[in-house]
């Protein structure tokens, strides 16, 4: 499984778009990039997943660019409720076990 | 939106009890997991299930642990006899038929061990 590195923290204003970028070198040819969400005491949160190149969905954007060794997910406009850890998940080739790093913790201020 | 939904929201238990976690899968999902995070850790893979059986573990899914679909509805993992080491977050995961599909994952049971 590819192994994914994401800063650990980060600090946004409201209104703000944030990026968080995730290196993800060993990344496989059949493996998924997806992000997650998580608040204290409750269940990480699907938040977007992608192969290549940008997916958008009405919360987030991802891109990644073409040799798939990092991806960033961009926020826009965040607010006090986007203050939670965003996780960073590479697979989904030969095994479907998700393997959860650290992942980055965002703090956004008023 | 459809959810996975857990039960019960909090357990607390006395050292060397059986406790029986609960899970209700997105209705067509057929791909179970449990996973769990210690307070303050990372969210950790305990087991993947489908078709009835066991499809991956890991070192953390010992003996003492077990899972099981029994009506075909709802998704246990039983923890035979427990340890302090055993409070935890634990969450339940589905997933459908797609390879690629997402995981969605239920609010959690939050496992007290006393």
């Known amino acids: 499984l590819a192994k994914t590195t994401q800063p650990i923290s980060m600090d946004s204003y409201e209104g703000q778009e944030v990026n968080i970028t995730c290196s993800h070198n060993n990344i496989a040819t059949n493996d998924y990039i997806t992000w997650y969400q998580q608040f204290p005491s409750q269940g990480p949160r699907f938040i977007i997943q992608g192969y290549k190149t940008k997916v958008t969905n009405e919360v987030a954007s991802l891109f990644i660019p073409a040799d798939r060794k990092s991806s960033t997910l961009s926020l826009p406009r965040v607010s006090l409720s986007d203050t939670a850890v965003y996780y960073c998940l590479v697979g989904g080739g030969d095994t479907d076990k998700l393997i959860f790093g650290t992942g980055t913790r965002l703090q956004v201020f008023p | 939106e459809p959810e996975v939904t857990q039960t019960p929201s909090h357990q607390v238990t006395q050292m060397g009890q059986e406790v029986i976690l609960r899970c209700v899968p997105i209705s067509n999902h057929l791909y179970f997991y449990w996973y769990r995070q210690i307070l303050g850790q990372k969210v950790e893979f305990l087991v993947s299930?489908?078709?009835?059986?066991?499809?991956?573990k890991s070192e953390i899914f010992d003996d003492q642990f077990s899972v099981e679909r029994p009506d075909g509805s709802n998704f246990t993992l039983k923890i035979r006899s427990t340890k302090l080491e055993d409070s935890a977050m634990y969450f339940c995961?589905?997933?459908?038929?797609?390879?690629?599909?997402?995981?969605?994952f239920g609010p959690g049971t939050r496992l007290l061990v006393l």
């Open positions: 299930f489908y078709n009835n059986e066991i499809s991956e």
């Open positions: 995961a589905t997933s459908g038929l797609a390879e690629q599909e997402t995981q969605y």
